[in-house]
């Protein structure tokens, strides 16, 4: 405990009146930051450092100026700071200081980021949870519970899908400490601790019913769920202590019923490399690749619409009507997207408006963009296949009318090119306030007296070298040359003498000068009046400008859709509902655009609901299967998708388990990972949804793995029964559809099988290995990881015998290894424990008796030939050693280069 006195004591007070991070409090012209906080605030923004003295110590502190705070608190609250402010303000005796406003990284309203920026609450209670999440910047408001089975992986779907910036964690979950584990490693959110009584359910029920109406948690189906309204009402309750002024944005209370939306879960989410890929960039991303936006928010909505595609085949054919309408309506969206672009963020206005921080150049940005309203609106009517679709629709909704009247107001009050402060004056239109008006003219006329006041004094004294000026000591004054001093008439008083001039006031100029100060001082309060009711009138619209906000990046998005459908050639797809998913000639959405893709066939149905794809490495197998999912996906968006044709029965959910590359850097184990996800898709997973398995079970021993696998297909296809699709190494796995009546074998094909002459598809050449990326029916014949190492450059002889070791491994089981020049035993394959195993190793594991265990002959291990280098003999060795069925073909080919040096270096 300090007992500093003074200022630095000020501010210790208050920062024990708050629990944020950090504290700006105002002294005069600039916000200090003293102590630690001066010391962390230095640190992180590069700020210089000086030294307060207070009652005999020395305290760090750095300042930055009023004006220039906001910049400096975003920049602390992105790196996960909570910044409590507090203002001067003026009393009797002088003035005081009090927190007006806690900062923190889901409160912050002056973001310069477009992406949206959620607040979210968690409420726990005997595994069920209640989420909402606000995004203080726009006013969206969403809530929902997770009570399901899984409801965990719920949980961090809704995470993962609405990628909080922070999070309040329910009084209950926060001893869960296993919970809040993952919470952490899951979000990238910061965790703040929010007082225990704001979640009470009593509180938080009022809140809600305060904030929302009475009626909205029974029209948005929440009513009788505590810990959804308690989640909720913590949220609100947050954001209304952080004293960011925003509660008056947030006008709608959504809920998503499991029903509405496609279930994908984060894995799903990140596999698929919806809004990032799996190394985290933007870049090469599906939303990168299909974003054709020209607004924040409309960017902002095509992301809200890949990672949360709709069930309905209603509203899929609403937004499709409008996506096809506008590709042939070429002319028509090119003009709303030329309508569109640089107009302004609305939705963010709305908050803005209501945090008090919106400047007059907001308030003209947001005239100028309701007007585009009625532009759009005039370009869909007056083209005929626009009128009829979707788009029409969406902008009937919002409140026309009141989009009007508000633009037309704020354009008549405020003028073209307003400044960025409120200060400065200047920002009120003549002839908006008659009050203002008058002052202004009296004002000006006050100036123009003064103006031509030289001229006046100059002639009627006959003095050549006077000039009125004003500075801020002498105010006005009338300078004369000291030529012409003693010319000056009496009634000019003296102020100052100066070198070579002389300064003198009159009493009509002092009078003037009262007026002038006086009509500035009211215009200025009048102008900041005029603005501030303005202002609040655009946040009492809130909800106008969001609906037209929320047209306008529909219209957007419909448009960017349209766009990348026209220029890539997809293709409307039918929508049914039933289980069939027919692509003819289709695509993967993202690859197609840097590579000369290979279109193929998919045909999956009631008959055939379980395809197996085998192909050797590097076929095309997982990019087929994503294809699958992505078109499935892009259909429920309301999008085209890139296919000749497709007809797709629509999917309640989309499950993939695939590499797990970003598991693997964690350090985490990759088996125990793929195990997890398999068992989630095994839970959730039902007769609707859609399943991409993607070498499942290869994270473990040969054989387990190929139990693994086979257990899960057989409960996929007879229990859960979804659209599946399975890329698998191991063979055995193709025999599946014998016994099983869905399923149903594929393969890439490679070279040198008789080419289906229906796809037409050119092949593409890699040295001696052929990969056409075409499927076809039936499992696949070739092996594998030998033909990445052919394709590799390995050198000949070993190819060759790595094809010999695979043939005898398939046929038998088992395979001996050759050494030297004879042909000896040397090593054993055992596919019990997927090793080799030399047959003079003391291992007894490996028994001869063994039934999996073939070996040639008994002889002891051969001498190694004498013409052969060591270094190749270790190569061959290690060639040997290599587990192709359980090495990544990565890998194999990073151990292949090695080799390669370590030949040419012999
Ligand atoms: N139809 C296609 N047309 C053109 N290129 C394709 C096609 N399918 C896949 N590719 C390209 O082939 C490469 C390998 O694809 P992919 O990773 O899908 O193969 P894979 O069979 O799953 O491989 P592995 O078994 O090694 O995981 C990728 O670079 C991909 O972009």
Known sequence: MTTAGGIVGEFFDLKRETDADLLAMQCGDFYEFFDDDAETVANELDLKVSQ???????????????????????????????????????????????????????????????????????????DEFGVAFADVTTGQFHVT???????????????????PVELLPGPTLRNKDELLGTLRERTSATLTLHATDAFAPGRARHQVREQFGDETLESVGVAESDLAVQAAGAVLSYVDE??????????????????????????????LELTETMQGDRSGSLLDTID??????????????????????????????????????????ERIQEELDGSYDLERLASRAASGSANARDLRAAAETLSVLPALVHIVEETDRLAESELATALDRPDQPAADTLATKLDEAIVDDPPGTISQGGLIRTGYDDELDEIVEQHEEALTWIETLADREKQKHNITHLSVDR????????????????????????????????????????????????????????????????RAQVARAAETLQAVGRALAKIDVFVSLATHAVRNDWTRPELHDDNRLDIESGRHPVVEQTTEFVPNDLRLDDDRRFLVVTGPNMSGKSTYMRQAALITLLAQVGSFVPARQAAIGLVDGIYTRVGALDELAQGRSTFMVEMQELSNILHSAT????????????????YDGISIAW??????????????????????????????????????????????????????????????????DGPTDRSYGVHVADLAGVPEPVVDRSREVLERLREEKAIEA?????????????????QFKTESSTDQSVSKESDDIISDNNEETAPRAETRSNVEQDVLDAVLDLDVTQTPPVEVIQQVQQWQNELEQS
């Open 52 to 126: 307060k003295s207070s009652h005999g110590s020395s305290y760090a502190m750095a300042g930055v100026p009023v004006d220039d705070l906001t910049p400096y608190l975003t920049a602390l609250v992105e790196r996960g700071y909570r910044v409590a402010v507090a203002d001067q303000y003026e009393t009797e005796n002088g003035h005081a200081r009090e927190i007006t406003r806690v900062v923190t990284p889901g409160t912050l309203i002056e973001t310069g980021d477009a992406d949206a920026q959620y607040l979210g609450a968690v409420v726990y209670d005997d």
């Open 145 to 163: 519970e997770c009570v399901d089975e899984s409801a965990t992986d719920e949980l961090l779907t809704e995470l993962y899908r609405f990628d």
């Open 242 to 271: 952080s004293g960011a002024g925003v509660l008056a944005s947030m006008t709608r209370l959504q809920s998503h019923g499991s029903t509405d939306h496609v279930e994908l879960d984060a894995t799903t989410q990140r596999n």
């Open 292 to 333: 054709h936006t020209v607004t924040s928010a409309g960017r902002r909505l095509l992301a809200e619409w890949l990672r949360r595609p709709r069930q309905s085949r209603g509203e899929l054919l609403h937004r499709q009507s409008a996506v096809a309408a506008l590709t042939e309506a070429v002319m028509a969206r």
């Open 471 to 534: 500075n801020k000591t002498d105010g006005y004054y009338i300078q004369v040359g000291n030529s012409e001093a003693d010319q000056v008439p009496d009634a000019y008083e003296q102020i100052k003498s100066l070198k070579n001039s002389e300064r003198f006031t009159i009493p009509e100029l002092e009078e003037h000068e009262r007026d002038i100060l006086r009509l500035e001082e009211q215009r200025h309060d009048l102008e900041r009046d005029i603005f501030e009711d303005l």
């Open 687 to 702: 007769e609707d949804s859609l399943v991409i398995l993607d070498e499942v079970g290869r994270g473990t021993a040969t």
């Open 711 to 776: 257990a899960a297909t057989e409960y996929l296809h007879n229990m859960v029964r979804a659209k599946t699709l399975f890329a698998t190494h191991y063979h055995e796995l193709t025999s599946l559809s014998e016994h099983l009546g869905h399923v149903e074998n594929v393969h890439v094909a490679v070279d040198g099988e008789p080419r289906s002459s229906s796809t037409g598809a050119p092949h593409e050449s890699d040295g001696d290995v052929t990969f056409l990326r075409t499927v076809r």
């Open 818 to 834: 050759k050494g030297g020049d004879t042909d000896s035993v040397q090593t054993v394959f055992d596919l019990g424990s997927g």
